[in-house]
């Protein structure tokens, strides 16, 4: 991989793992992504219309059907990490969420088409396993004296991680090809995806809209934050697509989990810590080997 590559990578897990620190203090819902999305058009509009000037149009009907089945990804992406945010810890659902997609991905090959794993593979699985379970809270889920709500609260966060990573792995595949097959802007992929994301998110705010705007009030702060950097994590990791095979670029976006556990656990005050952190290390470690494998 291209030192340019990996430089892009390390800063975009730092901005990724920042951002959602964000949206798990925000605590927000599906109206929280939709005000961040509101947000992410406003600011993004000179980039947007700059870019789109001269590419929209030469953009056929196949780009556009990449742009909707990226932004449908993104949206229900992000209103299940939401919802993981709710109902668990950062240090759990995070972890998880990016380090089960490229273990579903090499899973998936082996049972539907065909690919064998090495032993280095395969000591990937271990690895992505065993730091999955010291990131769940280890030992401690076992034992008897462990309070029952929190050990419901860290298995809602395995679930909503697992899931939220499923569809990490889900759009991860269909904008690298866009970027690197069909020569689509990275920029104008997020951007014109985010309009998608408005669409599917309006229904929730239009319900209630006195809640709605209550929320609002309470949430602009963060969601402008996620608005203003989180799509310069994920465009820098499209660049970084660009210039490095997908298989070493999606491994390596692992190094967001370390940022997560050191910040997220420093900033929110969860508990286990130094447990999990090293569990991240394991994931990192093992989707790495994967990637090798």
Known sequence: MPLSAFGLIVLAGLIHASWNIAAKKA?????????????????????????????????????????????????????????????????????????SG??????????????????????????????????????????????????????????????????IAGYTVVDSYAVKMLAMSPILLDYMGNFV??????????????TAARLWRAQWKYALLVAAISPVSYVLVLYAVQQAPISHVAPAREVSMLFAALIGGHLLREGDRLLRVVGALFIAAGVAALALG
């Open 27 to 99: 605590d927000g819902d599906a109206r929280f992504a939709f005000q961040s999305s509101a947000f992410m058009a406003l600011v993004w509009a000179p980039v947007g219309l700059w870019l789109g000037w001269s590419e929209l149009p030469r953009w056929g009907m196949r780009e556009w059907g990449f742009v909707a089945a990226s932004g449908v990804l993104h949206v229900v992406y992000y209103i299940v990490l939401l919802r993981g945010y709710r109902r668990s810890d950062l240090t759990v659902v995070y972890p998880l969420a990016r380090g």
């Open 102 to 167: 490229p273990l579903l991905s090499s899973l998936v090959a082996v049972v539907f088409l065909g690919e064998r794993l090495t032993w280095v593979g395969l000591a990937g699985i271990v690895g992505v396993v065993g730091g999955v379970f010291l990131v769940a809270g280890g030992p401690r889920l076992w034992r008897r004296t462990h309070d029952a709500l929190q050990r419901e609260r860290v298995r809602k966060g395995i679930r909503y991680g697992v899931l939220t990573g499923t569809f």
């Open 197 to 210: 994301r408005l669409g599917l998110l309006a229904p929730a705010v239009l319900r209630d809209r006195p």
